[in-house]
């Protein structure tokens, strides 16, 4: 008898993710650019053209969002978050085969995007701001759930762990559980370390290196480091001079099983992945 691993399909709204490989999720900001004087429909002409050049590169799925969440960072209301994020939504849906993520915390922009035509919603709140739960249900879409302690603007002020692999997998069961009691099942979330999230450098590489333990949750890893400064740090690199790290944590995060890497970097992560695919897949 074949037996069907139904399991490694994921249903993201009209598409499938095969979770049986791993997949490239292309960042796709929407946030204003103080520099940029263009209007409204330039940047969105602007922003399709960056993720059709990362549909061709190879990604998988595009992740939009409207709201910064560096330390520091100006809140955005709802109604602002929305007006950034539904017109390129809208835009890739249309125009590109790819499965659109939306970055947001916002119930309303999960409600209204989904309506749109997003087939994945990617909380770095792991759905705790009020109604967010159900929102996120309402729309019957997967979710990734994040770890964070505390919120965007004071998270790094001084976390503290024991041990911090098994406390991020204590509170993404937790957030599973909260999930489960919304009607939100197991099956449709995908869960994510949460690197650069209240965390110091020493945090984040015991995280990376003891990531397979959070494979006990029976869910995907979805694994975000391109360009962070724990790749900064490590390798005393600023922003622009952080690729060859943030390759090196994309293989090693591939190896360890993770399934999507959410990179700005696309072709680059691409050929990272097929290689390894390659190689595992000899004889
Ligand atoms: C992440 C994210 C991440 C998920 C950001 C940045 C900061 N979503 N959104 N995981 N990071 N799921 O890209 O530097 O690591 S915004």
Same mark, same amino acid.
């Not at 409207?66 to 330390?71: A, D, L, N």
């Not at 939100?184 to 099956?187: K, T």
């Not at 397979?212 to 494979?215: D, F, K, R, Y």
């Given at each position: 008898m074949t037996s069907v691993q139904s399991s490694t399909r994921l249903p993201c709204g009209n598409r499938v993710l095969d979770l049986a490989q791993t997949h490239v999720m292309g960042i796709l900001n929407v946030t204003p650019d103080s520099f940029s004087d263009g209007g409204r429909y330039s940047q969105l002409d602007a922003a399709l053209r960056h993720a059709e050049a990362m549909v061709v590169a190879g990604a998988t799925l595009i992740d939009v969002g !409207?709201?910064?969440?560096?330390?520091g960072a100006r809140a955005v209301s709802p109604l602002e978050e929305l007006e950034r994020v539904a017109p390129i939504v809208e835009r890739i849906c249309r125009e590109l085969d790819v499965i659109i993520s939306v970055d947001t915390s916002t119930p309303a922009v999960m409600r209204e995007t989904a309506r749109l035509g997003a087939g994945l919603i990617n909380d770095v709140r792991s759905l705790?701001?009020?109604g967010a739960l159900d929102a996120a249900a309402a729309t019957g879409l997967p979710v990734c759930l994040m770890h964070m302690l505390g919120e965007p603007g004071d998270m790094q002020d001084n976390p503290q762990y024991q041990d911090v692999t098994k406390e991020v997998g204590e509170f993404l069961a937790e957030r599973m559980a909260q999930c489960a009691s919304v009607g939100?099942?197991?099956?449709r979330i995908i869960l994510d370390? !949460?690197? !650069?999230?209240?965390?110091t450098l020493q945090h984040n590489l015991s995280l990376f290196k003891h990531m397979?333990?959070?494979?006990a949750l029976g869910r995907p890893l979805l694994v975000g480091v391109s360009r962070k400064s724990m790749i900064g740090q490590a390798l005393n690199r600023p922003v622009g001079e952080r690729l060859h790290g943030g390759l090196a944590l994309a293989a090693l995060a591939s190896v360890k099983g993770a399934r999507i890497l959410r990179v700005h970097d696309v072709a680059e992560t691409v050929d990272v992945v097929r290689m390894i695919a390659a190689v595992e897949s000899a004889e």
């Open positions: !409207g709201e910064s969440t560096r330390p705790r701001r009020d939100i099942p197991a099956e370390p !949460g690197f !650069g999230f209240a965390k397979e333990a959070l494979h």
